[in-house]
């Protein structure tokens, strides 16, 4: 292994911190002028109406998007960084992220982990053990050689998680894991996040449910239409959020308010 | 009807009595294809799954022209192969012109964009997919490559085979490169060009009869692997 390499390997590259970061598509802004910072071990929960720019806030963080203006900087390091401070892709190293919709490689299930882990630069043997031992506690040991694309939904998204998982991350990204997935399934999906998480990941997820956020959250983001309204500990935000539409957002009113202004603009709650 | 069956009749006794010079033409044939196209694929694959992964100025004026040289004549690359290797051409110092070697070029300049185009088409569809999974594990454009032929290789042995077939088949631009001499560059193709010239139809449907039968078994067996390939996969 090279310096270089060694010295990213045990570099801390949080705490994150976006500073008025804008993303535009079409000529429409969908993320606006977004500030925050992201430090400690807590599971940060992002929450909003669809269209808030969860997804998208998630993408930037991770640098699969860049943003047109502001700056996403990773433990003082701007994305792009200078020489000697590590690039995007060192620092990415140390992140992970699953999708909404899991991307499974045409491998077996074992391959999955085992590609993900020689991007890695591990060799076969560690390789071997931390795929044995992720599929483990996944309880995918028994699909390890079965093609991923057969798997059920609900074991896709634990293969996700599995593959995340055995890179060891210091962050990892969970655009709305269980988004499509049964209860069962989720609460299976919600246990391994909870183990991920109490071997000292950070946690980053975007999701719809609010009862899952309160199972799981430390601290919650709440985006509107790409604002960022609130940022508080996750106890405060469920019982006396400081925004007015995070306020209706947990009472499961927003959606009605959203209907009645698009019917009278003039309404504002 | 009669010519047909005296076709059928001259394939079967050409087969069963597999003379020495039938032999040696389709061993040539073989040979000189299965040459063009591992050539063929060696370049096109990585070739047609660059131009699916990196974006670049003119790169889809690149894409429309790998298509169209899917249909290029074989007689044109006949013509400028044997430009470049006739003793007056730039590589005439070679002393290819009328040896299998010429042969085998001019079948690979005609089937590595058929290769090449259909590769991009598969990878194409496969980054799609496969995009922001591969970003996010950090992989480099060449591990990206890798991993994208890897996991399209059945899809990507269909374009193989029709880069086989192109090449199997053709006959403009071997016969002018290759100048079909008997016992040195006389292959399939240009046999049955020269028993139709001669007037024996018989013998050059037989001889077609073969080439079918021939073609017919080498996608079987690309076929065969390839299902066991995928069972052994899902068991």
């Known amino acids: 292994m090279s310096d270089r390499s060694k010295a990213d390997k045990g570099r801390a590259i949080l705490p994150l911190e976006l500073r008025d970061v804008v993303f535009q598509a079409g000529g429409k802004k969908l993320i606006k002028d977004m500030s925050f910072t992201l430090s400690g071990d807590r599971t940060t929960i992002v929450v909003g109406p669809n269209g808030a720019g969860k997804s998208l806030l998630l993408r930037l963080c991770h640098g699969l998007l860049a943003p047109h203006a502001g700056q996403v900087i990773w433990h003082g390091t701007t994305r792009g960084g200078q020489p000697g401070n590590g690039s995007d892709l060192a620092v990415r190293r140390h992140q992970a992220m699953v999708f909404q919709r899991p991307v499974m490689m045409r491998r077996s299930v074992a391959a999955n982990v085992d590609y993900a882990l020689g991007l890695r630069g591990l060799s076969r043997a560690e390789r071997k053990a931390r795929t044995e031992e992720v599929l483990s506690h996944t309880g995918l040991a028994g699909r390890a050689r079965m093609p991923a694309r057969v798997l059920s939904g609900g074991e896709q998204q634990k293969l996700a998680l599995a593959r995340a998982w055995a890179l060891r991350p210091q962050v990892l990204f969970l655009d709305e894991p269980t988004a499509s997935l049964d209860p069962a399934a989720t609460h299976a999906l919600e246990a391994i996040i909870t183990a991920i998480r109490a071997q000292g990941t950070r946690i980053v997820m975007t999701t719809h449910d609010l009862g899952q956020a309160r199972r799981l959250a430390d601290e919650v983001m709440f985006l509107h239409r790409g604002r960022l309204l609130e940022m508080s500990p996750a106890e405060r935000f469920f019982t006396e959020p400081a925004n007015d539409l995070a306020q209706m957002f947990v009472r499961g009113e927003l959606l009605w308010w959203r209907r009645r202004k698009e019917r009278d603009p003039r309404h504002d709650p | ?235």
């Open chain 2, 1 to 235: 009807m009669t010519d047909f069956g005296a076709a059928f009749q001259a394939a079967i006794t050409l087969v069963l009595d597999w003379e020495g010079d039938l032999a040696e033409i389709v061993s040539l044939s073989l040979r000189i294809s299965l040459t063009a196209v591992a050539v063929a694929a060696v370049v096109g694959l990585p070739l047609g799954a660059a131009l699916a992964l990196f974006r670049f100025p003119g790169r889809k004026i690149l894409v429309v022209l790998l298509n169209a040289l899917m249909g290029l004549p074989p007689v044109v690359v006949g013509l400028v192969v044997y430009l470049m290797l006739s003793r007056a051409g730039p590589l005439g110092v070679l002393g290819l012109l009328f040896t299998p070697l010429a042969m085998t070029i001019a079948q690979m300049i005609l089937i590595t964009p058929i290769i090449a185009a259909l590769a991009r088409q598969v990878i194409e569809d496969l980054w799609d997919e496969y995009a922001e999974q591969l970003q996010s594990f950090g992989a480099g454009p060449g591990r990206a490559v890798t991993a994208l032929l890897w996991d399209a290789r059945f899809s990507l042995l269909t374009a193989v085979l029709a880069g086989f077939g192109r090449a199997s088949a053709e006959v403009g631009a071997v016969m002018i490169v290759g100048g079909n001499i008997d016992h040195v560059t006389r292959v399939m193709t240009t046999s049955i060009a020269l028993e139709v010239s001669k007037g024996d139809l018989a013998l050059a449907l037989g001889l077609g009869i073969v080439l079918v039968t021939l073609s017919v078994a080498v996608n079987a067996a690309v076929y065969l692997v390839k299902d066991a390939a995928q069972k052994r996969q899902l068991a």
